[in-house]
Structure formats: C-alpha cells, structure tokens
C-alpha cells in the first residue's frame, strides 16, 4: 500500500524543499531562535515557491496535492529548522477544518484567501483550562439574530500575531459535551478580539504562540464552519487525522537533522587516540538514532498514504505522531551527548534541535493523547 518510492513531482519538491531549507532556513535559525523573531519574509517565500498548504483543492486556487507530498516537504522545512516548521505550517492546521467540513461557500472565501492572497490563519482550540481535555473547553457562541457572539480565551495559538483569520471551537450548547461544539472562522481584526503576549517557549522559539481573547465577538453565522452547529468536534478532530502526519513529518526532519550533525561530530572528534564513532558505545548510539529517524519516516509516510488513499488514518497517525515525537526527543539528546559539552553549547545547532523537540511531545495531542487514541482503536471491537 505505501510506495518506498517518491514519484517524480515529489522527488522534485523535496529538492526544492530542501534547497529552500539549505539557503533560506539554515542560515537565519540560529538567529530567529536567539532574538524570537517570527520568520515572516521566509514564510512567505515559501509560500510563493508553492512550498505551504498543498493539499488547497485545484477548485479552490490551490495545488490540490496529497498528505505524502505534504509531509515530504515538511521533512525537508523541519530539517531546515523545527520552529520554522511549526511556523509555517499553523495555516495548514487551521484551515484543515474547512477542506474537511466547510459549506462550498465557505472553501471559496477562505481557502481562496490562503491560496490566492497568502492569508495566515491560526488554529484555535486550547484554552487556559483545556487542552487534552477539548471537549471541556468553556468558550461559547451564542446565537443572535443572523450573528453568533463569541466569548472565550484560546492558549498557546500558535501564529496568532501574524493572523488573518482563526479557526475558533466554541460551545454552541454548553450541556451537550462534545455534541455541543461548533467552530467559526473569525477575523483577527474582528471587534472584540484581542491577542496576549508572545510567550517566552523554551525552544522554537521563533514561533509566535500567544492568548487569543474573544470579548463579545460578533461573526456572521455564514462563518459557522459546515452551515449548522454541533458539526465541531468531528471538524476539529478530523484536521488533526490531517495534519498529524505533518507533525511527525517535522519530527522526523529534526531528528535527521540532530543525527546529521552527530554522525559529521563524530568523524571530527577524536578521544583516547580514536573518532567518536569509533568507540562501539557511541557508533551504536549513532546506529539507533538513524533506525529512529528510518522508522519515523516509514510511520510517518503510512500514515499520509492511507490518508491520501481515502482510508481511515486516525490510529496510524497516531502511531506516527507518538513515535516520531518521542524519537525526535530521545535522538537530539543523544545528539547533545555526542557532542559532549560542546553540545550543551547554543554555539553548535544540537542544543537548538534539543530544545526545540520537546514540543513535538506536547502539541496537536500529546504523546500521551497519542497512546489514548491508540489504545480506544486497538480496543475497538474486542
Ligand atoms: C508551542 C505550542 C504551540 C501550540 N499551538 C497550539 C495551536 O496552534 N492551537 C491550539 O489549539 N493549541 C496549541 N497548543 C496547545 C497544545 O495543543 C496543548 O498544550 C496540548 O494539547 C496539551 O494541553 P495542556 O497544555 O493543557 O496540558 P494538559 O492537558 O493539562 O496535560 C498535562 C499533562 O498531562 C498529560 N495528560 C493529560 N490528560 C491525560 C490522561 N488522561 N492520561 C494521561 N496523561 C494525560 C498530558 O499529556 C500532559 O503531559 C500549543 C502548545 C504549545 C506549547
């Protein structure tokens, strides 16, 4: 079912990706990372080299490729620099839930805007008291005449100064659980939005992530996603079988990236009269590193194929998220340990990656969310 192969248009796109990675990324992450400046000129360059929301139908001004051609450039965007990744990817994520649920009207205004004007867009769903936990988010929408009122905080929203437009979860029936969520699209310069401070995040740290605060936000109930409420849930939930191949994608891009430079580190080091990787203890780190970085990636591309074939990926997402994420943890610390104490150096990019790997663990469900939809799928039946 999964082709070991990339066709021709993805090998062509993972050369310009990684090229792209190579001139445009490469050079400017260290300094991104040290000053927090958000990358927006390179998103955009990105964007314009039809690096970004490929998986925009044709119908609606975009590429209309696959989630395999989407995660072998993230790979390549991810090995470039993780906080770029993230960066450049939260309008995939937010729009994710208007491919899969929103009314044809709704594809045409939005996803236009993405594809034909380089709109950037934020995924709104964790709140202060919600995160793993999303059906207990408390931010409702309140029906009035042909208008919704929204009111709520959203957390950690990745990209959200930089903005058009939001996809919101809110409440529209705050007894019904989960049955009660529908989401919207607001804009960002929408009366009665406001944004909080960028947080100060311990790695990626050139990611924007801050507060979204929605005051008495009126939106016209032609911005409820789907045309009808309590359609929310599944919406949300289905981006995520989207764009958790993505994700791992970006792990598995961080942890070639922190094996590369290892393996390189261990050819230039010498101890005790030998190279690194000639002590057997340090060339068998080296060799479960690069089976971690191996096995992502055939995770990570199953995942994307049954996504692409119209089959049900939910439980192999997960599979692919949880381990990459892990992986990408456990390699870039082993990175930092080849390196020695050169590696606990921001003069050398292993601490970076080391950093910035954490959150792979932590967003877009955890890895502990991970293992929950795993363990509800496998259960499945029984
Ligand atoms: C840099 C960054 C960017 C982000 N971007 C976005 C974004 O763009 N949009 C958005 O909506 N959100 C975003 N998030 C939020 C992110 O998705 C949440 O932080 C994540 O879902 C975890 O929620 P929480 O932080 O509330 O932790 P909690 O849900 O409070 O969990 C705390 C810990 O307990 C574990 N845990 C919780 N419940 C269980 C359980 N039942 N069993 C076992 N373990 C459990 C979790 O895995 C975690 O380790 C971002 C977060 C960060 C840090």
């Given at each position: 079912m999964v082709a070991l192969d990339l066709d021709e248009m993805q090998q062509m796109l993972q050369e310009l990706a990684h090229q792209f990675a190579l001139d445009e990324i490469r050079p400017n992450a260290e300094y991104w990372d040290k000053e927090s400046e958000y990358p927006l000129q390179a998103i955009k360059a990105a964007d314009e080299l039809g690096l970004l929301n490929l998986h925009i139908p044709e119908a609606y001004g975009?590429?209309?490729?696959?989630s395999m051609e989407e995660v072998v450039v993230t790979e390549e965007l991810a090995w470039g620099d993780p906080g770029f990744a993230t960066a450049a990817y939260a309008t995939s994520l937010a729009i994710a839930p208007i491919i899969t649920g929103g009314t044809e009207e709704q594809k045409q205004k939005w996803l236009r805007k993405v594809a034909e004007e380089g709109a950037l867009a934020s995924y709104c769903v964790t709140e202060p008291q919600a995160g793993s936990d999303v059906?207990?988010?408390?931010?409702t929408a309140v029906k009035d005449g042909d208008e919704y009122i929204i009111n709520g905080e959203k957390m950690f929203i990745t990209g959200a100064g930089y903005a058009d437009f939001f996809f919101v979860l809110t409440k529209t029936?705050?007894?019904?659980?989960?049955?009660?969520m529908s989401g919207f699209v607001v804009e960002s310069?929408?009366?009665?939005v406001s944004l909080g401070k960028k947080e100060s995040n311990?790695?990626?740290?050139?990611s924007d992530t801050r507060s979204v605060i929605f005051n008495n936000v009126r939106v016209p109930a032609s911005q409820l996603i789907g045309g009808s409420e309590s359609g929310g849930w599944m919406n949300a939930m289905n981006a995520f079988d989207m764009s958790r191949p993505n994700i791992a994608a970006q792990a598995t891009g961080l942890a070639r990236a922190a094996f590369e430079h290892a393996l390189q580190y261990s050819d230039e080091r010498e101890t005790f009269g030998q190279k690194?990787?000639?002590h057997q203890a340090i060339q068998f780190m080296l060799a479960d590193m690069k089976t971690k970085v191996e096995a992502s990636r055939l995770l990570t591309w199953k995942s994307a194929a049954l996504a692409d074939a119209g089959q049900k990926n939910t439980e192999a997402a997960a599979h692919a998220k949880r381990f990459a994420a892990d992986a990408a943890m456990e390699v870039s610390t082993d990175a930092v340990q080849v390196f020695g104490g050169y590696g606990y150096s921001e003069e050398y990019p292993v601490a970076r990656l080391m950093r910035g790997a954490k959150v792979l663990q932590i967003y877009e469900g955890s890895s502990q969310v991970q293992r929950m939809i795993i363990g509800r799928e496998m259960l499945r039946g029984l």
């Amino acid at each position: 079912m999964v082709a070991l192969d990339l066709d021709e248009m993805q090998q062509m796109l993972q050369e310009l990706a990684h090229q792209f990675a190579l001139d445009e990324i490469r050079p400017n992450a260290e300094y991104w990372d040290k000053e927090s400046e958000y990358p927006l000129q390179a998103i955009k360059a990105a964007d314009e080299l039809g690096l970004l929301n490929l998986h925009i139908p044709e119908a609606y001004g975009g590429a209309g490729l696959g989630s395999m051609e989407e995660v072998v450039v993230t790979e390549e965007l991810a090995w470039g620099d993780p906080g770029f990744a993230t960066a450049a990817y939260a309008t995939s994520l937010a729009i994710a839930p208007i491919i899969t649920g929103g009314t044809e009207e709704q594809k045409q205004k939005w996803l236009r805007k993405v594809a034909e004007e380089g709109a950037l867009a934020s995924y709104c769903v964790t709140e202060p008291q919600a995160g793993s936990d999303v059906a207990s988010i408390t931010t409702t929408a309140v029906k009035d005449g042909d208008e919704y009122i929204i009111n709520g905080e959203k957390m950690f929203i990745t990209g959200a100064g930089y903005a058009d437009f939001f996809f919101v979860l809110t409440k529209t029936d705050l007894n019904a659980g989960y049955r009660g969520m529908s989401g919207f699209v607001v804009e960002s310069n929408a009366e009665g939005v406001s944004l909080g401070k960028k947080e100060s995040n311990m790695g990626q740290r050139c990611s924007d992530t801050r507060s979204v605060i929605f005051n008495n936000v009126r939106v016209p109930a032609s911005q409820l996603i789907g045309g009808s409420e309590s359609g929310g849930w599944m919406n949300a939930m289905n981006a995520f079988d989207m764009s958790r191949p993505n994700i791992a994608a970006q792990a598995t891009g961080l942890a070639r990236a922190a094996f590369e430079h290892a393996l390189q580190y261990s050819d230039e080091r010498e101890t005790f009269g030998q190279k690194l990787h000639q002590h057997q203890a340090i060339q068998f780190m080296l060799a479960d590193m690069k089976t971690k970085v191996e096995a992502s990636r055939l995770l990570t591309w199953k995942s994307a194929a049954l996504a692409d074939a119209g089959q049900k990926n939910t439980e192999a997402a997960a599979h692919a998220k949880r381990f990459a994420a892990d992986a990408a943890m456990e390699v870039s610390t082993d990175a930092v340990q080849v390196f020695g104490g050169y590696g606990y150096s921001e003069e050398y990019p292993v601490a970076r990656l080391m950093r910035g790997a954490k959150v792979l663990q932590i967003y877009e469900g955890s890895s502990q969310v991970q293992r929950m939809i795993i363990g509800r799928e496998m259960l499945r039946g029984l």
